[in-house]
């Protein structure tokens, strides 16, 4: 049963920079996509930022310039590096990808930008 834990979500005030972490478990073949989605209430899910097919990283234009995807494959980990954070950035944020050909969900992390 392959698993995504999400942590490092927060408050943090405006401008302030926070670490999001997935660490993905299980039995892993095959990593097609893998990244951070965020829902902010009464909005849809929207793509924060994605490996895409193991290389390119596509970044939703809001958080261009702000926000940086990396992983590190040793600890199977992936992180979504946040700066300049705005009150707009509020959300529950999630990790998702396709692993051995399935989507799958991490339970979500809050994070909420404010003084």
């Known amino acids: 049963q392959v698993q995504l834990v999400e942590s490092g979500g927060g408050l943090v005030q405006p401008g302030g920079p926070l670490r999001l972490s997935c660490a993905r478990s299980?039995?892993?073949?095959?990593?097609?996509?893998m990244g951070w989605y965020r829902q902010a209430p009464g909005k849809q899910r929207e793509l924060v930022a994605a490996f895409i097919g193991g290389a390119r990283v596509t970044y939703a234009d809001s958080v261009k310039g702000r926000f940086t995807l990396s992983r590190d494959n040793a600890k199977n980990t992936v992180y979504l590096q946040m700066n300049s954070l705005k009150p707009e950035d509020t959300a529950v944020y999630y990790c998702a990808g396709v692993v051995n050909g399935v989507d799958y969900w991490g339970q979500g992390t809050q994070v909420t930008v404010s003084s």
């Open positions: 299980g039995r892993i073949i095959s990593i097609s996509n």
